[in-house]
């Protein structure tokens, strides 16, 4: 009977080791998409493989941001069965920030090109080379995006300061379940520029007009 034990846990620890050695760590870049709203989804990353994946498990200190580039080492979970079907579920050892959101330029030509649906923003700051805002929307029944348009100026003699609007389309979404998202966008073009300062506006949910100045740090 003892003999038996110890042949068995000897077999257990072979087939624990085994699965460990099993374990195969990928590398990949990608892109950060946030699929709030699209049933039980999340944070999904758009690898540049073609592949999608959902993070379970990821470092505590990293934030996802909606438009982030990145660079991750993850092992496929195989045996979990996410609730969401935008990707495999994957635990995520390691991960990067490579660059923020580009933001669309608009001109007068293509000025109505992106709608102007409202928002809410909780917060809005220049981390770094990136424009940091967490804003919330309502709906549920329909896919939303959200853009960062800069503004170009229609006319000679318009204001030097760069003027970016955050464009959200709702897609006529009537559904009224709350969303919050956190996005970045790439500011690095207005220091190439020599730019020290922006404007940022919005269309808020309640009929006013989110307009503020930001100092860019170098």
Same mark, same amino acid.
């Given at each position: 009977?003892?003999?038996?034990?110890? &042949?068995? %846990?000897?077999?257990?620890?072979?087939?624990?080791?085994?699965?460990? #050695?099993?374990?195969?760590?990928?590398?990949?870049?990608?892109?950060?998409?946030?699929?709030?709203?699209?049933?039980?989804?999340?944070?999904? *990353?758009?690898?540049?493989?073609?592949?999608?994946?959902? =993070?379970?498990?990821?470092?505590?200190?990293?934030?996802? $941001?909606?438009?982030?580039?990145?660079?991750?080492?993850?092992?496929?979970?195989?045996?979990?069965?996410?609730?969401?079907?935008?990707?495999?579920?994957?635990?995520?050892?390691?991960? #990067?920030?490579?660059?923020?959101?580009? %933001?669309?330029?608009?001109?007068?030509?293509?000025?109505?090109?992106? $709608?102007?649906?409202?928002?809410?923003?909780?917060?809005?700051?220049?981390?770094?080379?990136?424009?940091?805002?967490?804003?919330?929307?309502?709906?549920?029944?329909?896919?939303?995006?959200?853009?960062?348009?800069? &503004?170009?100026?229609?006319?000679?003699?318009?204001?030097? *300061? =760069?003027?970016?609007?955050?464009?959200?389309?709702?897609?006529?979404?009537?559904?009224?379940?709350?969303?919050?998202?956190?996005?970045?966008?790439?500011?690095?073009?207005?220091?190439?520029?020599?730019?020290? #300062? %922006?404007?940022?506006?919005?269309?808020?949910?309640?009929?006013?007009?989110?307009?503020?100045?930001?100092?860019?740090?170098?």
């Amino acid at each position: 009977m003892k003999r038996l034990i110890t &042949m068995l %846990f000897l077999a257990v620890v072979l087939f624990s080791g085994c699965q460990q #050695e099993d374990e195969i760590t990928f590398q990949e870049t990608g892109l950060v998409v946030d699929y709030a709203g699209a049933g039980n989804c999340g944070f999904v *990353i758009e690898l540049d493989n073609g592949n999608r994946i959902q =993070p379970l498990y990821y470092p505590d200190d990293f934030i996802f $941001a909606h438009g982030q580039r990145v660079f991750i080492e993850y092992l496929e979970l195989p045996n979990v069965i996410p609730s969401c079907d935008k990707g495999a579920a994957c635990d995520i050892k390691y991960i #990067e920030e490579l660059s923020c959101a580009p %933001f669309v330029d608009l001109y007068f030509s293509n000025y109505d090109s992106l $709608a102007r649906d409202p928002v809410f923003i909780h917060e809005a700051f220049v981390d770094g080379d990136c424009l940091h805002i967490k804003l919330s929307y309502s709906g549920g029944c329909q896919a939303h995006t959200i853009d960062l348009a800069r &503004m170009h100026p229609w006319y000679v003699g318009s204001s030097n *300061i =760069p003027t970016f609007e955050i464009r959200h389309n709702s897609n006529g979404d009537l559904c009224e379940a709350f969303f919050t998202k956190e996005l970045r966008y790439d500011l690095t073009p207005l220091k190439l520029e020599g730019k020290t #300062e %922006f404007v940022l506006t919005a269309k808020l949910t309640d009929g006013e007009i989110y307009n503020k100045i930001f100092e860019l740090n170098y």
